[in-house]
């Protein structure tokens, strides 16, 4: 039996670069016993999509930074194998404390020196993995200390502000119109929150800056937390490049806080399946009411009807047709097969 995929070459990695992954927070906004970053998404936990694109890209390895709920994050994590390993952050001390505590990892030897580190937040499914490759060609061709994210909102209430040197001209983008700092909504004067270019918390930066700069963050601020964001004025201060892609897309700058954003998540993340196994040959009559976990594989020639709900890892064959109302779950059907209405298969 064969099986349809995008057929795409599979990227290489990027020379020199470690992967950091803050997956500590608690997530008091998602009101649930579960820890935030292993809430799923389309039938994955959310941080395996982040975690995805670190290991399609690093070299250098990937740590993750585990904090609430740590052994269970942990466990997640550790599965994945490989060049992932975890840190973890005993206290909720910031963002810029939860990187420091990724040091050790990059710690063990000329084979993880990274020249440069990818920051990742946890709870970001949608980022894509294009996205980054792009953020990280800025950086290298800016000779960048610093390269982030950011996205422009119509509210930008409760993020931080992207403060340039000009900002009567920051929409515009004036390729000398240099990112100063980061100003997190809590610290934020009148005038700073009335920019709405915002800080997704993606970055680039530096091997040799990264931790030097950790090293000196200071906790005076609203939150008495050291924040990683406070690395980025260092570097201006120090005469450093700071660069910034603006993202077009901005779905994909969301980062998941309460269910409602998890349920955005969710939407955008399964209409990306259906386009994908779309483009692969397989037809589905109502795409809007087709329902494909992440990790499902399906033939192509393979037609769904309505309402169709594949889940977990079930993998489904060649030109098989998937009639209206059926769930199928961990399942692997051969090709050719045909399977009535309102049918439930589990683990078959």
Not at 15 to 28: D, E, S, T
Not at 144 to 173: F, N, P
Not at 231 to 253: F, Y
């Amino acid at each position: 039996m064969t099986h349809s995929s995008q057929d795409k070459a599979v990227p290489s990695s990027i020379p020199g670069l470690g992967v950091i992954i803050m997956a500590a927070g608690l997530g008091k906004r998602m009101k649930s016993a579960l820890a935030k970053v292993l809430h799923p998404v389309a039938g994955r936990p959310m941080v395996m999509y982040v975690l995805d694109i670190a290991c399609g890209l690093a070299e250098q390895g990937v740590a993750v930074v585990v904090g609430h709920q740590g052994t269970e994050v942990r466990k997640v994590v550790e599965a994945v194998g490989g060049q992932v390993a975890v840190a973890e952050q005993t206290k909720q001390l910031g963002t810029g404390h939860a990187v420091l505590q990724a040091r050790p990892v990059f710690s063990g030897g000329a084979h993880r020196r990274p020249s440069r580190y990818l920051i990742l937040n946890g709870d970001t499914p949608l980022l894509t993995e294009a996205t980054v490759r792009e953020l990280l060609a800025m950086h290298d061709a800016q000779g960048a200390a610093v390269t982030l994210l950011t996205a422009v909102l119509d509210d930008a209430s409760g993020y931080g502000r992207v403060i340039r040197r000009r900002r009567d001209e920051w929409l515009q983008g004036a390729a000398d119109n240099a990112v100063q700092s980061i100003v997190e909504d809590k610290d934020a004067s009148e005038a700073e929150r009335a920019v709405r270019e915002i800080n997704v918390g993606t970055y680039v930066v530096d091997g040799e800056f990264l931790f030097p700069a950790l090293d000196k963050l200071d906790p005076r601020n609203a939150q008495g937390e050291y924040y990683l964001t406070d690395i980025v004025q260092m570097a201006v201060q120090q005469g450093r490049t700071v660069s910034a892609l603006r993202l077009r897309e901005i779905d994909e700058g969301l980062g998941i806080n309460s269910r409602v954003q998890l349920a955005e998540a969710e939407q955008v993340i399964r209409q990306r399946i259906r386009e994908q196994w779309l483009e692969a040959g397989v037809t589905m009559r109502d795409p809007a009411s087709t329902w494909i976990d992440a990790e499902v594989t399906i033939g192509r020639d393979t037609v769904l009807y309505p309402n169709v709900t594949l889940e977990g890892r079930t993998v489904i064959g060649e030109s098989v047709v998937v009639h209206s109302g059926t769930r199928i779950t961990d399942c692997a059907i051969g090709d050719r097969v045909e399977i009535l209405d309102h049918c439930i298969l589990r683990e078959s």
